[in-house]
């Protein structure tokens, strides 16, 4: 999901907008359609097509890029690839560690 996604959205509005219950069903549901179509239709293609050797390069592959992903919006990056390529593994740092200090002061406040 890009600049404009549903998640986006939901971080713009905030909790406490009227219509974020509504826009978050729906991300929810757009979710479950995405990771419905990659089961049964993707990933099992990918695995008649590939050799064992390669999926397992892949799965390196995308490992590597969610751990430099950024786990929340950040629309000022916009939607060039250049731009989150090179954004998107410092945002990605930044991310964790914003999350670490909030789990941490969460469970010890």
Same mark, same amino acid.
């Given at each position: 999901?890009?600049? $404009? %996604? ?10 406490? =907008? @009227? ?7 729906? !991300? ?5 359609? =995405? !990771? %419905? ?6 990933? @099992?293609? +990918?695995?008649?097509?590939? %050799?064992?050797?390669? +999926? ?5 592959? !995308? ?10 919006? =950040?629309?000022?990056? $916009? ?11 410092? +945002?990605? !740092? ?16």
């Amino acid at each position: 999901m890009g600049a $404009g %996604s549903g998640s986006e959205e939901l971080y713009d509005l905030g909790g406490d =907008h @009227p219509q974020f219950d509504t826009k978050l069903e729906a !991300l929810a549901n757009a979710v479950e359609k =995405h !990771l %419905s179509a990659e089961e049964n239709l993707e990933f @099992p293609g +990918l695995r008649e097509t590939m %050799s064992p050797e390669d +999926l397992m390069k892949l799965a390196g592959v !995308l490992e590597t890029a969610e751990a430099t992903a950024p786990t929340r919006p =950040h629309p000022a990056t $916009g939607e060039s690839g250049t731009v989150n390529t090179l954004a998107g593994p410092p +945002l990605a !740092l930044f991310d964790r560690a914003r999350d670490r200090i909030r789990d941490w002061t969460r469970d010890n406040t």
